[in-house]
């Protein structure tokens, strides 16, 4: 297996785009060749999440990209793992490169959604859920992570400040992160005064809807010789899967699926959760932050939540979670979230994170769950 | 890199399904792994092609198909390249296994649409053509593949029997294949009085809406050792991209990422158009399976078109050309096409094909095009 590098990377700004998913998504991957020092004839191969192409009346986006990179010849699929659909996608790349099918890969997530109203796309979003059993009868993913929620509460000794520290950490985060979708910072009181969207969650617990694309460049270490920036070493790509229907688990606290990539991730790297410097995880609700951080080995059950509120995850904490911004405050375009994930690991690996460095930057983490856990993508990077 | 095989294989009946596109692809998933001799825990990973699952409110299958075999933490994704979706699956199945990272695959691709009126059915395939330039100023698949039948006739002397003798060839094949969408025999007669859909191409030209679903199970040498059925050895697995919008190429006489995809798969599989035994090629329009085989080099330009008519791609012919019935008489269920193709190889190398026999049956090759040509895979397979 070829040592395998993210050499390239670029994002937009997360929020509302005035161009389509597949004008946004060709910038992008433009911008992360570019950044790569490798041409566009270089790639071999183009892995393109775009979930909701559907409301651009879009599929079959690759070759459209391709063709506006000027290699309309080179190969591409559109991958789909719900909200995981972009880290499956480097996965692929990873795939392909490690295994020398190809020298180079393009990866890249978009997605347009803000044309929807809010309820086309809340519908958009409930297809990732089970038809027949969940979305059927109303489930829609507010309601979903609110029932992972009630049971945390149910089962741990949780204040409501506890997800409130997620929420104001990751909106602090973002206030600083040129990316993303809020750039704003939020208060306590503020996020203890917003409405209940689905009990016990409240708006500042919840990701918006966002607009956002964002593109890698994975290579062959051997092939890019002498990198134009510092490349991401892919020590671990790992991905799971579970059962869908949340019904059917044993077991609420936590993500199975999480769990088992989790593992698979730190066996291939051969390193443990302490070997983290930093990591970017699916916090799409503030209560799927804390599951992740329990799930991936990080903290104790029944410690993820308030990691946060004591100061362990933010940026100058013992290990800084979401510097990005996270899901929650940096925006969740479905497509291009987990890609995005990864940008942040570059930006922070390159000095590029102005405003929000965090202080040890060798081995990092990246997290991407599909839907309430049905699937999952774990990656570890470190430096050369 | 490993020596990869397709060890299992099935397929439902092709044409209206009772059943979700989900339950038809579990069904046939455990078909073919039942077929392959191993079991569901053997499997590492599943690719699942459901390009209109929107049309069911139901998008990241995998999980769910995973599920329904007793294997949930077992990672998937969906993968859509337009028409080549399945084939674009079986792509990274085999370089998973080829490059050693999963012992064996699981790929599935099925497809509902039949509970949607004809209107919706063709607005869904559309989607797979550039929007703004094709689908969104009234172009759908027929009056696409008739503008590449126009440039055909005017480029060479070909007669409406020509185009004729490969429908009634292919219904011919498929009144003798139980998957079949349409199990009956046409007579020239019919085809030369049936309704112009999009001039020149007639009724008869023109593959149905299908309904259906079909798996492979992909597995290492290595891996299965001792085989229950005769496995297809993975020769080639290639694929091409090629500029969306016809507008924009140099030439409609043919599509370029078939030349591409055949080209490079002849390279891989050190092989030439004479060493094939017999093929499926994709005929969604009869003018498809004329350019297919120029493209791939088994006939001179020009020389496609009255291939049929002249007895040389007729079940006893020099190269026998879809014995499964093709996607014109066997149906088109979009993501379960692919897949399909590769299930009457399986189905000629066991000796599982009764009635619509081919005389050798030592190598074959299947090809698979996205939309109008920006995406094709061409696959070769060989005995052991």
Chains 1, 2 share one sequence.
């Not at 990377?9 to 785009?17: E, I, L, P, Y």
């Not at 161009?19 to 060709?26: D, M, P, S």
């Not at 479905?334 to 690991?345: H, L, N, Y």
């Amino acid at each position: 297996m070829r040592e395998t590098w993210v050499v390239g990377a670029a994002s937009n700004r997360f929020g509302k785009m005035k161009e389509t998913g597949r004008e946004a998504a060709t910038r992008v991957s433009l911008a992360a060749i570019e950044a790569s020092g490798l041409a566009p004839k270089d790639i071999g191969y183009t892995f393109v999440s775009n979930c909701f192409g559907i409301a651009e009346h879009q599929a079959h986006v690759g070759p459209l990209i391709n063709g506006g990179l000027g290699i309309p010849e080179v190969p591409s699929c559109t991958i789909e793992s719900a909200c995981s659909s972009s880290s499956a996608g480097l996965h692929e790349a990873f795939v392909q490169v490690a295994g020398g099918f190809v020298d180079a890969a393009l990866v890249v997530g978009s997605e347009k959604l803000s044309h929807l109203d809010t309820l086309a796309a809340t519908s958009y979003f409930a297809i990732a859920a089970d038809y027949p059993f969940e979305t059927k009868n109303g489930a829609t993913f507010p309601g979903l992570y609110a029932t992972l929620a009630s049971a945390y509460l149910g089962a741990y000794r949780t204040t409501p400040e506890m997800f409130g520290a997620i929420a104001v950490k990751n909106h602090a985060n973002a206030a600083r992160n040129p990316h993303a979708h809020f750039q704003k910072e939020i208060s306590m009181e503020t996020y203890l005064h917003s409405p209940i969207i689905a009990s016990p969650l409240r708006l500042y617990d919840c990701c918006p809807f966002s607009d956002g694309a964002a593109a890698l460049v994975v290579a062959a270490k051997e092939f890019v010789k002498s990198p134009q920036s510092e490349p991401l070493v892919i020590r671990a790509s790992a991905r799971a899967g579970a059962i869908t229907e949340m019904q059917d688990r044993p077991d609420l606290l936590g993500l199975p699926s999480t769990r088992t990539a989790g593992a698979k991730a730190f066996r291939q790297a051969h390193l443990e959760p302490r070997d983290i410097d930093f990591a970017e995880v699916h916090d799409c609700f503030t209560i799927a932050e804390a599951l992740a951080l329990e799930d991936l080995g990080f903290f104790p059950r029944g410690g993820g939540a308030r990691a946060a509120l004591d100061g362990l995850t933010t940026r100058d904490g013992k290990l800084p979670i979401n510097s990005s911004g996270g899901l929650k405050a940096k925006g969740h375009p479905v497509s291009a979230t987990g890609v995005s994930q990864v940008v942040e690991v570059y930006e922070q690996f390159n000095g590029l994170a102005k405003g929000r460095e965090v202080p040890r930057t060798q081995t990092a983490l990246t997290h991407n769950v599909g839907a309430t856990g049905g699937s999952c993508s774990v990656h570890i990077f470190s430096r050369r």
